[in-house]
């Protein structure tokens, strides 16, 4: 039979070695079965498909939320905007102050490299549903970006005809809006193929 009473005194003796070397065995096995930061990230935004998917659009929006709160260089930034883009856009017909979030998300995950041409054609139907409800202002800023990036060569018509829309509403903006409006005819004409000239005349 061992002496157990000396066997626990040079356990005792021995344990901060004993701790020491639990904690460096620690070091080596534990990061083996802790989830990485990527396989994280990837779990989330996997949740935020599946919402989106579901039709879950709160979910979406709050969750994607706070995802780029927390980890705003994450290589799924993109898709996590383009999520809550797509999420605000199926909510504009029930309440049209959803575009300004809906533009600004597709935005953000076009410039992050994100399918950008699918964000951008989801950018003109965002930008065509602002303008369908009567905000022609910001329709305005949306097509004007649009423009400006490159994004899409028809955006100029796009542009058209929000600013014709104001020039209905607002006479006294009438011959500035004009010429605008004939730069813009001039610029598509050259920028479209040829079986859509015809729309910028």
């Known amino acids: 039979m061992p002496d157990v009473p000396r066997l626990a005194r040079r ?4 344990w901060p070695l004993i701790a020491a070397a639990a904690a460096l065995l620690s070091l080596v096995w534990l990061p083996r079965f802790m989830p990485s930061r990527a396989s994280l990230e990837e779990a989330a935004v996997a949740r935020l498909r599946d919402f989106h998917l579901k039709n879950d ?5 709050e969750g994607g939320r706070v995802f780029l709160r927390d980890v705003p260089d994450s290589p799924f930034a993109g898709e996590v905007h383009a999520l809550r883009g797509r999420a605000a856009l199926r909510r504009m017909d029930a309440n049209p102050a959803f575009g300004a979030l809906a533009w600004s998300e597709l935005s953000a995950a076009r ?3 994100f399918k950008p041409e699918e964000m951008a054609r989801l950018q003109r139907e965002a930008a065509h549903a602002l303008l369908d409800h009567g905000r022609s202002d910001e329709a305005i800023t949306a ?7 490159g994004a899409d060569p028809a955006a100029g ?3 058209g005809r929000a600013l014709a829309a104001r020039a209905a509403r607002r006479p006294d903006e009438a011959e500035a809006l004009t010429a605008e409006l004939l ?3 001039v610029a598509a004409r050259g920028l479209l193929p040829p079986e859509r000239k015809s729309e910028a005349v």
Do not use: S, T, Y
């Not at 659009?57 to 929006?61: A, S, Y």
């Not at 097509?143 to 990036?149: G, Q, T």
């Open 57 to 61: 659009l709160d979910r979406v929006e």
């Open 157 to 159: 018509l796009d542009l």
């Open 183 to 185: 730069e813009l005819a």
């Open 11 to 14: 356990v005792l003796a021995e």
């Open 143 to 149: 097509f004007r970006e649009l423009l400006a990036d």
């Open 111 to 113: 410039r992050a490299g």
